[in-house]
């Protein structure tokens, strides 16, 4: 006769949600968080390509920022919190560059006037007569929406750095524009 054999009972398992309140990011909780990441995602975004780009952008910015991270508190809501802001962040830069292209082109008519077309071209003169590192900068927080603290990471200067040296180029770059803008005569066609 053949006697059965024993196997050991497997450990118990805790639950999904108990998994889910550790303070490690592990590849077991990166798994369990990921659908619900891109869930909601998706309903921030309403676009499955935009929905994965910014799951992608958390979780590079959460592994970057680990070792910064307070101790305390769930990955979860730590991962979602970032989820959130990145999609906050996502949405002023796209109103920002959508202002932007408004401004230079003209977009809310469906033909410029001259006037229009004289600022747009001024302002842009004024913009190529500034300084190399004051164009940079400006572009740099302006059009491409990054913080402060990127561009002083960016340039290793402090953050209050950054800002009045913005402020000197956002000065310069209005007294340009005003003084070209007076100086612009527009031809009268017959």
């Known amino acids: 006769m053949i006697q059965p054999v024993r196997l050991p009972l497997p450990e118990p398992v805790s639950s999904e949600d108990d998994a889910l309140q550790t303070e490690e990011l592990s590849d077991a909780v990166l798994r369990l968080l990921l659908p619900r990441l891109r869930r909601f995602a998706l309903r921030l975004a309403r676009d499955p390509a935009s929905a994965d780009d910014l799951v992608q952008a958390t979780l590079e910015r959460a592994l970057t920022r680990w070792p910064g991270r307070r101790p305390e508190g769930n990955v979860r809501a730590w991962l979602f919190t970032i989820l959130y802001r990145q999609f ?77 040296r913005l402020s000197r180029a956002r000065r310069a770059l209005r007294d340009l524009n005003e003084g070209q803008t007076v100086a612009a005569h527009l031809r009268i066609l017959k």
């Open 88 to 164: 906050l962040d996502s949405q002023r830069r796209g109103r920002r560059y959508a202002r932007l292209l408004e401004w230079f082109s003209g977009a809310d008519s469906a033909a410029p006037s001259a006037e229009r077309q004289v600022l747009a071209r001024s302002s842009l003169d004024a913009f190529e007569r500034l300084p190399e590192a004051q164009r940079t900068l400006l572009w740099l927080v302006s059009v491409e929406g990054l913080s402060y603290k990127a561009v002083a990471d960016l340039f290793d200067i402090p953050a209050g750095t950054v800002m009045s």
